[in-house]
């Protein structure tokens, strides 16, 4: 079911806890030069934080976790770095859908998938029917993702349902056809690995959501790194454009 809702068109509920969570897992590379190890093993190590938090995340009842995994511009690195991230998420599917369905978790994956080989797509659409009725944490990973690449296929298609209303369009008319459409706004963005910039994520969603951004490098984002993540949310204002007074006068009011 579509979602189409928008932090600039109606003020979200706020809750101590975010509902989504949106995360850009960096520094696995300059973890394994670190070590001396060949960049991939630090790929390597970072799934093994992909399932920390994964747990984590079931523990605290958030509803949606959004990874981003692979980027549209990640084609860009040497090719043998391309194809270990490629057979690494294969082998991850594989190893571990079952774990994920048992613990009622929905897996779906946003990008454009038509660039990646057959097995991995066979693997992709395999899990997503496998957990599609889940109804605990929605795990979406972002591969072969880009904030631009969503927003234009968004306005395409868009335009293809209701051509009529060209020039006429509104945020939920283009919010229904991102590739998330069925998940609401991120409430808090994570960024590991000590760069401060959006990378072509969420372009569109990020607009009112919490930015967090840590040096450390995603292979050590334990739980206790993420724990400290929730803590600097809750210390938050969410204003959404109002005033500080607005807010606590709403508060009070609860
Ligand atoms: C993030 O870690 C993983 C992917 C982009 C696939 P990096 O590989 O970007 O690690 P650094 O930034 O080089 O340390
Ligand atoms: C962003 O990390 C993409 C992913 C984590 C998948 P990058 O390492 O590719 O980002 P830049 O190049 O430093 O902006
Ligand atoms: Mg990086």
Same mark, same amino acid.
């Given at each position: 079911m579509a979602f189409f809702s928008s932090a600039t068109k109606s003020i979200p509920i706020g809750?101590?806890?975010?509902q989504h969570i949106a995360v850009i897992m960096d520094g696995n590379g300059r973890w394994a030069r670190k070590r001396f190890l060949p960049r991939v093993a630090g790929h390597k190590r970072g799934m093994d934080a992909v399932l920390e938090l994964v747990k984590a995340c079931v523990d605290h009842n958030i509803a949606y976790l959004t990874l981003f995994a692979f980027s549209s511009e990640n084609w860009r690195r040497p090719a043998d770095e391309v194809s270990f991230l490629m057979s690494l998420f294969i082998q991850g599917l594989k190893r571990e859908v079952a774990k994920l369905h048992e613990n009622n978790i929905k897996l779906v994956l946003i990008g454009d998938?038509?660039? +990646?080989?057959a097995e991995l797509i066979d693997q992709i659409e395999l899990s997503e029917r496998l957990t599609a009725?889940?109804?605990?944490l929605t795990l979406s990973i972002a591969a072969n993702y880009g904030g631009r690449w969503d927003i234009l296929q968004a306005v395409n298609k868009m335009h293809r349902a209701m051509p009529s209303h060209a020039g006429d369009f509104d945020e939920e008319h283009l919010a229904a056809h991102l590739a998330m459409h069925y998940a609401p706004e991120p409430d808090l963005f994570i960024r590991t690995g000590?760069?401060?910039?959006?990378?072509? +994520?969420?372009l569109w969603q990020l607009a009112y959501t919490e930015l967090y951004f840590t040096d450390t490098l995603w292979p050590d984002f334990d739980e206790s790194a993420f724990n400290l993540a929730l803590a600097s949310y809750q210390n938050r204002e969410r204003r959404f454009g109002r005033t500080s007074e607005q807010v606590s006068d709403v508060a009070s009011n609860n």
């Open positions: 809750t101590d806890m975010p998938r038509t660039r +990646f080989n009725n889940n109804t605990g000590g760069e401060k910039r959006i990378s072509n +994520f969420m």
